[in-house]
Every structure is written in C-alpha cells, then in structure tokens.
C-alpha cells in the first residue's frame, strides 16, 4: 500500500511558490501516516521556450508484498518514466510471494510501451485485477495517466488549485477546502474542479496532455477513458468489465420453489428449518468456492512478521459478513496463526445517561462476543482468535474529531463523520484482549498486529442486505427489488470506498474487501436473484439468503440468523450530540 502525492505547477521558475510547498509538506505529514516504511520524492521539469512545467512526485509505502521494500516512486532510466502505485495485483500478473507486485506492474507497462507507446496503459490496466490507485508520467510524451479501480477501492483525490497549478493525493491536506459533493459525482472534468479536492470517478481512466501551451489560460487538456460492460457501447473498445451486469431473469435450468399463500411457512426459528436447500445448494457451494478464492488471494502473499504475530485483522461485529469471512480465512491460514478481531463501541453521552448498564454493551458488542464464542467453538478450536474490544470514551471522540474529519474529504456528512468514527478507532485498534476461562470473561490491554484488514463491505449490495431492498420488493415484488440490486451494483464504484481506504490507512492499515473481488462479484452477478435473496421470509433471514446458508453450512447457527445492523447503529457513533442531526446533513 502507498500514500501518493503529486504537484504539478505552470510557473518560470523551478521553486514552488509559498502556498504550493505549505500544500506539499501538509500533504507528506497525512500521506506519511499510510506508508511509514519507506519516502521518497522525485522532481522534474518539463520546458518549451521560456514556459516550463514543475512536476513532483512523492510516495509513501506500507510493505505488504515481496521479499523486500519497494522503493517509490518507480522511474526508469532508460525513459524517464515515473509511477506511483498505491495497490494490490490479486489476478491478471502472476506475482510470486516474494515479488513485488507494482515492480512487476512497471515492468509489464514499459514492455507494452515499447509495442504501443500510444494506449499502453489501457492495455496493461486491462490484464489486472485488484484494488489500486495509480498516476504514471510518459516523459517523452509529455503525458500523465491516472485512475482509481473500477470499483473504486482506493482513494484518489484531486484539487485544481489554481489555473496553473493542479494535486493529486491520496488525502486531502487541512488547508485546502473540499469542493463537496459526493464521491464520484457530477464531475464532468476532474481536472477543471473549483479549487477544493474531489473525489476522482472511478470506472475510468485519466490521460492528461501536459504539453504546453503558452497561449492558454491554463494547462492540462484530458482525455477519459471509460470501463463498461461487454456488449456495451465502449468508446475506447478496450475496457471491458470482468463481471457482467446483475442477472435479472431466473436460469432456464432452475425453477423456484412452489410459494405458499401462508405467511407462518416464511416464519423460521431457524435456519435448519428452511426446506428448501437442495435447490439453493449448488449456488451456497460456488459462492463458498468464489469467496474462498479471494480470501486466498488476499492474505497468502502477506509477509510473515514472525511467529505468534498475526498478518490478519477483521472488522468485526459478529454480523454474517464478517463471521462467514473469518470462517472460510481458517480454512486457508494454518491453524497456528492467530486472528485478531476487532470490535469496537462507542461511549455515546445522549444513551448513557438513560441506562444504567455497561456503556459498552452496544448491540456490535454483544454479537461480536457471541460470533467469537461461535469462531472458537464450532469453527477452529485450535486457533488463537483475539478478539479485540476497542473501548472509544466521548473524551477520545473529541479529542480526534478533527483529525477524522480532515480524513473524511471530500465527503462530508453526519452519517460520513458516524461510520468514519468507528472504521477509524476500530482499524487502530488499541482496546483490550477478550479471553474465556470457564465462565469467566477476562480483558487485558492489547494493540493489535495485523497491517492488513479483511472488512464485508459489498455484501449488503449484491445480496439485498439493505432495508430499501425490502421496501422495493414491498413496493413492487421481485422486478422492484431487481432493479434496486442491479442499480446497487452498478453504483458501488461510486460510493464510499474512497472514504473508507482513506479512514483505515491513516492506521497505517490496508483495508481488503473479498466480497468486492472481481471474481465474487461475477459470480454473484450471474445467481438468479431469488438464489441470494427472498423477501417473503422475516427480516434476518430473508435479505443475504445465500450468505446466510453459506454461514449455517459453516458451523455458524447463530450468526446464520442476525439482522442487518449499520456500524453506526451497531457501535452507537450514531447521533451522540445531537437527535436532530439527519444522516444527510452537512457537518
């Protein structure tokens, strides 16, 4: 993982001005905090008559792949070309445990140069797989590429200061104001902002022509090129999808269980009582096989740190989510390796003065015990599940407030600030050690190890997890709620991963979604949508079926049966100042 940062700036003289190197030494101070391993920072000029460009890069790396280091940025001496990369090669580039999967990354876009010194990005970005977050400089052509993923699982910000200066970051710095507006919004031109940080779209491609033009008012003309579906009219004819569009029409082959006009036949106590398994079984088995290929790919090339120091972390509330994760993780990991869980509650003044309980009892803490009591019982006995209760007093929620919120940028809402409190205390992970003897629960102070985070974000879409997927099917039955589930899909590009990747690295943590792996998410495409959800069943049932039968075949029973709770609700960052404040308001 990486923290990027890069200035580039029309000006006649090498120097930055005042304002732009106060910009640049706030941006190195919040990107340090995402990669404490290794900087760097590279400048160059780029000159025609008397006008020149100034262009600096810096980097910021958190070591997570290969035998050593990577050092960045990357150049290459026989061009000049320079590349900052901020993410992970799951599939497309084979990458050994001890390679370095950006090193490999550069060395293939110099090779498809050479062949196709035009559009060589778009065809290397087209073999790859994987969260990222890039910017490349093509020196001889005077061009800079840039992007986030197709689904957008790593942040990329960028600020048009000023005509003649333009940044890009991985954060946004605490001097420079947000332009607003929601990630990956109306946003005809990332280059041409109002002068406060945006959220770059994702699901394309950036190419910026840096060749100057001292006429102009201002540098910089782009071209974009767009990700689509196959089929689709696709400008750039290159940039395929790998997963189709969500599935609306049941498979010839598969017919849905008779239905009953009885509202007690969709009434469970639990899940060994639903009848229909053999017709859902093949699917249950192939998102088992789906997403334990992507737990794999995500955790086996982290490097060892040593024995009884844990390389992997989950978010974790006791939700089906995270428990079916954690399940499938200790069937990859060796059962010698500990797991730790992080579970975090909130202090919340407005609910504690009306209880005189724990003020920690909060409902994620609650599952989070009983989904850990399940892991060391019914799943994995032998491993060393540490389970982690991150304990937040409202004195630390004003004490980081501000810190958070800096983080949050461009996105800037109540419900933003809510659920950016609890991923950012929770990824850091200081709180207490849970362990069991007897009947006795006893806690001892702990920081967590792990630098990479497993977390269940893409469940909820694909599965029909949220309450507007049942208010849809409410409204107008199975089209309703297909609609709803395409559009969620669709959109997840466009959503708060950006937010969530910038929140957990400031931990100096890399967040790593396995229901948002390219190969889950065709997968979960092409499923009939009455084999991952019915609504006719409870809440707690009906929403996420599939994954709930997955969970029961696992050992999990309890787990199986638990409803759809936000992390704001769950951990109590919800409304802790004031009753008043919606989740879409402005902070």
Known sequence: MCGIQILIQRAETESLDAACASIWSNLTQTNSRRGPDAHDEICTTLLKGEAQINLKFGAHVLHLRGSHTQKQPMVDNETGDIFC?????????DVDCSDNDGALLFDLILKTKADNPVEFIIRAFSKIEGPYAFVYFDRKQRRLWFARD???????????????????????????TSSGGEEGGELRSPINSN?????????????MDLELDTSAESFGSFVEYQWSYSGENNDSGRLTLP????????????????????????????????QHVGEWQSYVDGLEQALSESIRARVMSIPDQGAGVPRVGILFSGGVDCITIAALLARILPSSEPVELFNVAFENPRQAKNTKQNIYDVPDRKTGRSGWLELCTKV??????RLVEVDVPYSLVLEYQAHI?????????????SIGMALWFASRGEGSLVTH?????????????????????????QLGGYSRHRSAWDRGGVQDLGQE??????????RNLGRDDRIVSDNSKEARYPFLAANVVRYLSAVPLHRKMDMRYQRGIGEKLLLRLLAHQLGLTQASMLAKRAIQFGARTAKMESSRAKGQDSL
């Open 485 to 494: 589930i395409r559009l969620d899909v669709q959109r997840i590009a466009t």
């Open 195 to 207: 002068g406060g940080w945006l959220e770059l779209p994702a699901q394309r491609i950036y190419c």
């Open 437 to 461: 003897s007897g009947e006795s629960i006893e806690r001892q102070e702990y920081r967590g190890m792990a630098r990479v985070l497993l977390l269940g974000m893409g469940a909820d879409e």
């Open 380 to 385: 994995d006995a032998q491993r060393d599940w």
């Open 85 to 93: 990369w901020n993410g992970e090669i799951f599939d497309g580039l």
């Open 405 to 417: 919120r800096q983080l949050l940028e461009p996105s800037a809402t109540v419900m933003d600030m």
């Open 150 to 176: 197709y689904l957008g699982r790593r942040s990329l910000l960028v600020n048009r200061s000023s005509p003649n200066t333009l940044l890009i970051s991985s954060v946004a710095d605490n001097s420079a």
């Open 243 to 274: 997963f189709g569009q969500v599935t609306l029409e049941p498979s010839d082959a598969d017919t849905d269980e008779p239905g009953s006009s009885d509202p007690a036949c969709y009434q469970l106590g639990d899940l060994a009582q639903f």
